[in-house]
């Protein structure tokens, strides 16, 4: 570490960094420990000016800017003096008095490093308090600081007259706090939106006019002080800041519309205008879909879908788009989860027309009136009337089946954890109508909750028992006879797919178990809860049908999350996989905070593969050797009656 950079609780400023007149003039490479300068490379100050003009010359505003940009750049003119949004009426405004004060607090700040020093000064008072601890104590203290040290994720560049930021700044994807308060910016870099975790920016008392669109994408931000600058509008983009609980821009020449807001319901009333503004963007590219074979198309494969439709009470204006996308597709089997009860009956089985629909709600759903039934969420599954019979239908309810499981009931944890929560898997038996073969289809939503990852491998392991059982139930059912065949008395052989919103990414107990056929009892999933002393496994050889998918980043995208959550899972011994659907644009991706949003109606993505049963003969081949067949029946009995 240098000397002349000191740490104060994780804060960190470099008092002498813009002290040497050599190094300002002096371009900063890329690897320079200089962060900030007077001057760089990366961007030219006339073009970004010419740029700003143009755009205000463009606003309604324009003769107020210009006579402002030019005293700005005589030197005639301090931010902090340009124009407040206070007037006569709004001056007791609760909202208004907390900009003011906020404005306050930043204008007394301007000193170089003000809250790196501030922050140094608290350190050191807590550190006298405590200076009568043992040595034993003060090494540990000491021992502390040092890693405090190297966890530093607050930057502190206020106060140093900067006029220009380098690109080397925006590599520091760690930083949750960055203050350039105080200094000559003339504008942001759009490379500033590659700091997402930032929890807080301080850009006041600064020349800027203009503020880049992209750091709509800073979906962290809690707080953004632009207090003392010239900017009259804030990009539509700001609306997607949905954690933002402070946005200080007193001092500045404000559009009145943003002031009104502001004034009326806060920072929060701002972001929802500016989000009601925004344009639908192009759409992404379309998903491209993945083959795995080069094998001709027969009519012997199924295309499956899974999808979180995001529940109704937090998505109904998006239901018609959720439903146009799923017709695009076209799946023979669809398994949807959180659709609410009434979602189904209304919108689902009639916009469906073509499909047959099995649909259970929530465990919770038992203990309610029959209004409030229909906001509860479930599975539905569906599949193409024409191609498939439905044979059996059976639900799982992973807190009833814990419950009645008397070596479950030996332990606290399942009433106290697993037993509360009510989530269901959705199990079905669908025959071919053209090859009379079957396939089990399972649809199901494990609990949300990270804090909960024990509940989620219980149910888990739940489910493997429960369709085990239902494949043996299943097996002595009167089934077709070349099925019957195919199956060699195994029910291990029972073409499965389980499909669902599990709430586990793949490094998860749950994709551990599912995958390899076996849990440890003391899994660190579980959280030191216990569930049993045995290990837990089962029979069925199960792959994930996007492991060949390398570059699907995921499936659940929202501002404080992006993962995979959702998987179909299949009997890699009975069923091969011949295709799936792409991930989704990654240049669009690079526009948008989180879902759902104006192309993606659901905070998840659906999963589309294609799957067919092994050793099954095609349908019309099979339709073709029949013929052939009689033909040479007929053409023998013919041959016969002439002899």
């Given amino acids: 570490m240098s000397q002349s950079s000191y740490p104060y609780n994780g804060m960190y400023y470099a008092p002498n960094m813009f002290q040497n007149q050599q190094m300002q003039s002096a371009s900063p490479r890329l690897d320079s420990p200089a962060i900030l300068g007077n001057n760089s490379p990366y961007y030219s100050i006339l073009q970004q000016q010419q740029q700003q003009q143009q755009q205000l010359m463009s606003s309604p505003h324009q003769m107020q800017y210009s006579s402002i940009n030019n005293s700005m750049a005589n030197g005639n003119i301090n931010p902090a003096h340009v124009t407040s949004i206070v007037n006569a009426s709004n001056s007791k405004n609760v909202h208004i008095q907390k900009q003011l004060e906020l404005a306050k607090k930043s204008r007394n700040s301007s000193s170089p490093h003000h809250n790196a020093r501030v922050a140094a000064a608290v350190a050191r008072a807590s550190n006298s308090t405590h200076g009568n601890n043992n040595n034993s104590n003060n090494s540990n203290s000491s021992n502390n600081t040092e890693k405090e040290a190297g966890q530093w994720t607050i930057l502190d560049f206020g106060g140093m007259a900067i006029k220009n930021i380098s690109l080397e700044l925006f590599k520091y994807t760690f930083l949750t706090t960055l203050y350039l308060n105080h200094n000559k910016l003339l504008f942001i870099p759009p490379e500033i939106s590659n700091l997402k975790n930032l929890n807080v920016l301080d850009i006041s008392g600064n020349k800027l006019t203009y503020l880049p669109p992209e750091m709509g994408l800073l979906s962290e ?8 600058n010239i900017v009259a509008e804030l990009p539509n983009e700001f609306g997607f800041l949905f954690k933002l609980e402070i946005l200080g821009i007193e001092g500045n020449p404000i559009n009145e519309k943003i002031v009104q807001h502001l004034q009326q319901d806060g920072t929060q009333g701002v972001i929802v205008y500016l989000r009601d503004k925004c344009q639908v963007p192009p759409p992404p590219e379309k998903r491209k879909w993945i083959a795995f074979d080069d094998e001709p198309m027969m009519n012997d494969r199924y295309l499956v879908m899974t999808y979180n439709i995001l529940s109704d009470k937090y998505a109904s204006p998006q239901s018609k788009k959720i439903i146009k996308e799923i017709l695009e597709y076209s799946p023979d089997i669809i398994c949807l989860q959180e659709v609410e009860m009434s979602q189904y009956h209304d919108l689902f089985t009639p916009q469906l027309s073509e499909y047959t629909g099995v649909f259970w709600p929530k465990s919770r759903a038992k203990t309610m009136q029959e209004y409030e039934k229909k906001t509860v969420d479930g599975c539905a599954t569906f599949f193409k009337t024409r191609r498939f019979n439905l044979i059996e239908q059976d639900l799982i309810e992973f807190n009833q089946t814990a419950s009645q499981n008397p070596e479950s009931r030996k332990y606290e944890d399942i009433y106290n954890r697993v037993m509360t929560k009510d989530n269901i898997a959705v199990v079905i038996l669908l025959e071919d109508k053209e090859t009379n073969f079957c396939i089990m289809v399972t649809n199901t939503h494990l609990h949300w909750d990270p804090a909960y990852k024990d509940v989620k491998l219980v149910q888990a392991t739940i489910l493997m028992e429960e369709l085990q059982k239902f494949s043996d139930i299943y097996m002595k059912r009167p089934l077709r006879p070349q099925f019957t065949k195919y199956l060699q008395n ?67 995208y929202t501002p404080g999350f992006k993962g995979i ?15 799936a659907l792409g991930p989704v644009d990654k240049q669009y991706m690079k526009k948008v905070v989180g879902f759902p949003e104006f192309h993606f109606p659901s905070d998840h993505i659906p999963l589309l593969t294609q799957i067919k049963i092994k050793n099954q003969i095609p349908p019309h081949i099979n339709s073709a050797a029949m013929a052939r067949q009689a033909q040479a029946a007929q053409q023998a009995a013919a041959q016969n009656r002439r002899h």
Wanted: glycine letters at 6%.
């Fill in 490 to 556: 195994d029910s291990t052989r029972f073409p499965l797919i389980i499909c669902g919103d599990f709430n586990s990414e793949e490094n998860s107990g749950v994709y551990e178990f599912l995958s390899k056929g076996k849990i440890a009892p003391d899994h660190e999933d579980y959280l030191g809860h216990s569930y049993g002393t045995e290990e837990v496994t089962h029979k069925l050889q199960l792959k994930s049908a996007y492991t060949e998918v390398n570059d699907l980043e995921f499936t659940n």
């Fill in 565 to 579: 959550l959702d998987y179909i899972w299949y009997t890699s011994n009975t069923i091969k996989v011949t295709g």
């Fill in 221 to 228: 931000l809690k707080e953004l002080y632009l207090f003392d």
